[in-house]
């Protein structure tokens, strides 16, 4: 994989140069495999998805804050001579996703976000858990019940459960504080971004009214709700997400060049 601004990445070439590169972000304790083939080998589109510091194959301790994070994509963008790109994100990534909209308006040419919210509260009980070695299972067993829902298959909840497993604690302990201090509440009328917001309707990790907020507060932001889906609707629904992007692609324009 290459390497920009130390991140490692998966670059998919795909689609025209005329169009905005779209940028996958992944969610907490995950990587790129977390994205599913569908998304992430999309044949019309160019497609890089990125490990975030200290995940998958990127080097490093992971960020202390959501903010961190998006200072890192950012530098990630000019380093790869992005220009501009499409950032899509799966809860922590979609909390990246709108930090970058915010704060880097010019690296941004639409956002999508999917099962995230303007802020994601994490119950006192898995942070604590998480804190401690010999709790750290159930962490890890509360966060994957919460992601998953009984339209989710057993073998995808399997998957789950055991990337979540693989993720060491320092790194899932961070992730878990940087979500649990995000708020962007306040800030999303700010937003100028075309955006796009994916929920499934059986989300209790971040239940659909986190998507209706960002919907309703940020201009122009588009919903879209997937039936019985999870929090884990990017593994549960790969073909229906990656339609809904490709149509939200369409409707964005873009200017390559500086």
């Known amino acids: 994989m290459p390497t920009a601004a130390g991140l490692h990445y998966f670059?998919?070439?795909?689609?025209?140069?005329?169009?905005?590169?779209l940028v996958l972000?992944?969610?907490?304790?995950?990587?790129?495999?977390?994205?599913?083939?569908?998304?992430?080998?999309?044949?019309?589109?160019?497609?890089?998805?990125?490990?975030?510091?200290?995940?998958?194959?990127?080097?490093?301790?992971?960020?202390?804050?959501?903010?961190?994070?998006?200072?890192?994509?950012?530098?990630?963008?000019?380093?790869?001579?992005?220009?501009?790109?499409?950032?899509?994100?799966?809860?922590?990534?979609?909390?990246?996703?709108l930090a970058l909209a915010h704060d880097y308006p010019d690296r941004v040419a639409g956002i999508g976000l999917i099962s995230t919210g303007a802020s994601l509260p994490i119950p006192t009980s898995v942070i604590e858990n998480a804190a401690n070695q010999s709790t750290l299972l159930l962490a890890f067993k509360s966060l994957h019940e919460m992601s998953i829902g009984p339209q989710t298959p057993h073998n995808l909840s399997d998957i789950n459960f055991k990337r979540l497993t693989e993720t060491r604690q320092s790194l899932f302990l961070?992730?878990?504080?940087?979500?649990?201090?995000?708020n962007m509440v306040d800030c999303l009328g700010d937003i100028r971004s075309p955006a796009l917001v994916v929920c499934g309707t059986g989300d209790r990790l971040t239940p659909i009214r986190f998507?209706?907020?960002?919907?309703?507060?940020?201009?122009?932001?588009?919903?879209?709700?997937?039936?019985g889906a999870s929090h884990m609707l990017i593994l549960e629904q790969p073909d229906r997400l990656a339609k809904l992007i490709r149509v939200f692609l369409a409707t964005i324009p873009y200017y390559p060049g500086r």
């Open 11 to 21: 670059l998919h070439e795909g689609g025209s140069t005329l169009k905005p590169p």
């Open 25 to 97: 972000i992944h969610g907490a304790g995950g990587d790129y495999l977390f994205w599913p083939p569908e998304i992430r080998r999309m044949p019309d589109c160019r497609v890089i998805t990125l490990d975030l510091p200290g995940h998958g194959k990127t080097n490093g301790p992971g960020c202390q804050s959501i903010e961190d994070y998006a200072r890192c994509v950012a530098k990630f963008v000019d380093a790869a001579g992005l220009f501009r790109a499409v950032f899509i994100g799966h809860a922590m990534g979609g909390a990246i996703s």
């Open 174 to 182: 961070g992730d878990l504080l940087a979500c649990d201090r995000f």
């Open 211 to 227: 998507s209706e907020t960002l919907s309703s507060q940020i201009p122009g932001a588009a919903l879209q709700t997937v039936e």
